[in-house]
């Protein structure tokens, strides 16, 4: 599949069969990720990959709270073979960067203007995502309810200092509906993009 393609075709996809995935083509999403960019090239990451059907049920039942999950949206996404959780780690990014060719040695937090460790982690999700629509599969980054992180933790024995930012199923994509968010629409380039000053809408030749 042609790049674009890949950039045209990916979408959210919350419903799948229950079809598994070949076990090269998870190899190659996961081996994907590695390329993200990352500061310092920290690589302040890691994956949980969930491709057995125990796994995947005891992510479900670790992350859903009492009372939900009956609904459709849940009944498509659970359908999924393979589940993975982007985790992100900043003491990782604090350290790397408090050796001497960075040169920071408090380790102050302040100092990085945005959280890196998630941003290149969200990085590598997205990296993911297009090599699952490569795949000719679909795929949904969702989040886990906060509520839930320490039973999800507990469940797969997540150490402390790594932060899920999301998971990601992964399957064989079947007939489902499209959000209804969608329906707001792409904003365009010129809603977008300010070229040169706030004030100067980008204009496509």
């Given at each position: 599949?042609?790049?674009?393609?890949?950039?045209?075709r990916?979408r959210m996809?919350?419903?799948y069969t229950?079809e598994?995935?070949?076990?090269?083509?998870v190899e190659?999403?996961v081996t994907?990720a590695?390329?993200?960019?990352s500061?310092?090239?920290?690589?302040g990451?890691?994956?949980?990959l969930?491709?057995?059907?125990?796994d995947v049920v005891r992510f479900?039942?670790s992350t859903t709270?009492?009372?939900?999950?009956?609904d459709?949206?849940?009944e498509?996404?659970?359908?999924?073979p393979v589940?993975?959780?982007p985790l992100?780690?900043k003491?990782?990014?604090l350290d790397?960067?408090?050796?001497?060719d960075?040169?920071?040695?408090d380790?102050?937090?302040?100092r990085?203007p945005?959280?890196y460790?998630?941003i290149?982690?969200?990085?590598?999700?997205?990296?993911?995502?297009?090599t699952?629509?490569d795949e000719?599969?679909?795929?949904c980054?969702f989040?886990i309810?906060?509520?839930q992180?320490?039973v999800?933790?507990?469940?797969?024995?997540?150490?402390e200092e790594y932060?899920?930012?999301g998971?990601?199923t992964?399957?064989?994509?079947?007939?489902?509906r499209k959000?209804p968010?969608l329906?707001?629409?792409?904003?365009?380039?010129?809603?977008?993009?300010?070229?040169?000053?706030w004030?100067?809408?980008?204009?496509a030749?």
């Amino acid at each position: 599949m042609e790049f674009q393609d890949v950039v045209d075709r990916r979408r959210m996809v919350r419903n799948y069969t229950s079809e598994p995935i070949d076990p090269h083509v998870v190899e190659r999403i996961v081996t994907n990720a590695l390329h993200a960019p990352s500061a310092g090239f920290s690589q302040g990451w890691a994956f949980l990959l969930l491709d057995q059907p125990d796994d995947v049920v005891r992510f479900w039942e670790s992350t859903t709270a009492d009372g939900e999950g009956a609904d459709s949206w849940s009944e498509g996404m659970r359908r999924a073979p393979v589940i993975i959780v982007p985790l992100s780690c900043k003491q990782i990014y604090l350290d790397r960067y408090a050796e001497p060719d960075k040169g920071w040695i408090d380790r102050d937090e302040s100092r990085w203007p945005v959280p890196y460790w998630d941003i290149d982690t969200g990085m590598a999700a997205l990296l993911m995502l297009q090599t699952v629509t490569d795949e000719g599969l679909g795929a949904c980054f969702f989040g886990i309810p906060p509520t839930q992180t320490s039973v999800f933790r507990n469940a797969f024995g997540i150490p402390e200092e790594y932060a899920p930012i999301g998971a990601i199923t992964i399957g064989n994509r079947t007939k489902d509906r499209k959000s209804p968010s969608l329906r707001r629409g792409r904003r365009d380039l010129s809603q977008t993009v300010h070229h040169g000053s706030w004030q100067r809408a980008f204009h496509a030749q």
